[in-house]
């Protein structure tokens, strides 16, 4: 069975520019969520989809938002990029969402803002 | 609010050794818990998983995690270190019974000394 995949792997832009990642989760997964990994904030919690309904939302501005398609695959989407944001944006996938079911997660995608 | 926390941001254990990774956590009701291990460019991976039942809980690799519930903990352990333990460990927790999102520690750096 296929891991999580994401591209694009590595990101380079400039202040102001928006920005679009993709998640193809596993097959058969339903449920996708992402996160920002960062050497000082570890792992933050973005947002959770399952079966294309945003389920829960971490605390990040608007600028972050995300989709989810009848597929299962799921984007993110960045506006207006900042040189924080520069990040691994890492996506999980589970059989279900929340409760006890593990994540299992993409190799990530490196974003560096410049 | 749900919180946990990794109060060691690295950990140095010579090879052989046993080592222990802690962990604690706050939630509000009754947790899932989770260990998930990240080697140098590489996703994360689960490791293993405290529901409920059995207050020790065995993984791969080798990995055990005893959860207290008294403590709030779920620390981490193997009994005979390897070096290509080497790696990023982050514990995370969920609220059983709020199903909320998932929360990550901020993760610990496990250094293996030959």
């Known amino acids: 069975k296929a891991g999580v995949t994401q591209t694009p792997r590595y990101l380079i832009k400039t202040r102001g520019q928006q920005v679009t990642l993709s998640c193809s989760p596993i097959s058969g997964h339903r449920s996708v969520s992402w996160y920002q990994q960062t050497p000082g904030q570890g792992l933050q919690f973005l947002f959770e989809?399952?079966?294309?309904?945003?389920?829960n939302k971490g605390n990040f501005p608007g600028r972050f938002s995300g989709r989810q398609f009848s597929n299962s695959r799921s984007e993110m989407n960045v506006s207006t990029l900042e040189l924080g944001d520069s990040a691994l944006y890492l996506c999980?996938?589970?059989?279900?969402?929340?409760?006890?079911?593990?994540?299992?997660f993409g190799p990530g995608t490196r974003l560096t803002v410049l | 609010a749900q919180s946990v926390a990794q109060p060691e941001d690295q950990v140095n254990v010579a090879e052989g050794n046993p080592l222990t990774v802690k962990c604690t956590y706050s939630v509000s009701g009754n947790p899932y818990l989770f260990w998930y291990v990240q080697y140098p460019n590489r996703g994360l991976q689960f490791l293993l998983k405290y529901i409920t039942g059995d207050n020790l809980v065995k993984g791969s690799y080798g990995f055990e995690a005893e959860f207290n519930k008294s403590q709030t903990s779920f620390h981490l352990k193997k009994p005979s270190a390897l070096v290509s333990d080497s790696a990023l460990y982050f514990c995370a927790v969920r609220d059983m019974n709020r199903d909320d999102k998932i929360i990550f520690g901020k993760g610990t750096r496990l250094h293996i000394l030959p």
């Open positions: 989809y399952f079966s294309e309904t945003q389920r």
């Open positions: 999980a996938s589970s059989f279900l969402a929340g409760g006890p079911n593990e994540q299992f």
